[in-house]
């Protein structure tokens, strides 16, 4: 069964780190660019992170450039996001997507609040 299942996401005060992950299966991983996409209440989807293929390159939105960091472990078909100086602001489900597909995750919760 091709599809993305991602875990991590709980409650985090404000400056703490989580790190979520996607498990991927049925397709072959290490193959394709991957994505990390949140949306919070009442807003649109955004773009977070994406990763090549190889993993050597990456790209970040710049709300959480110096904050947050897109790896992948081919080896484990895994997907990961390590977030880390977590605001407010970045309260959201988190998603991880299949990039030029439109494979996507079910979406894990990730609340920020003291």
């Known amino acids: 069964q091709v599809q993305l299942v991602e875990s991590g996401g709980g409650l985090v005060q404000p400056g703490g780190s989580l790190r979520l992950s996607c498990a991927a299966s049925g397709f072959a991983f290490s193959m394709y660019f991957m994505s990390w996409y949140r949306q919070a209440p009442g807003k649109e989807r955004e773009l977070v992170a994406g990763i090549t293929s190889s993993g050597g390159r990456t790209n970040y939105a710049d709300s959480v450039k110096g904050r947050f960091t897109i790896s992948r472990d081919n080896a484990k078909n895994t997907l990961y996001l390590q977030m880390n100086s977590l605001k407010f602001e970045d309260t959201a489900v988190y998603y991880c997507?299949?990039?030029?597909?439109?494979?996507w995750g079910q979406g894990t919760q990730v609340t920020v609040s003291s």
């Open positions: 997507k299949r990039e030029y597909s439109t494979l």
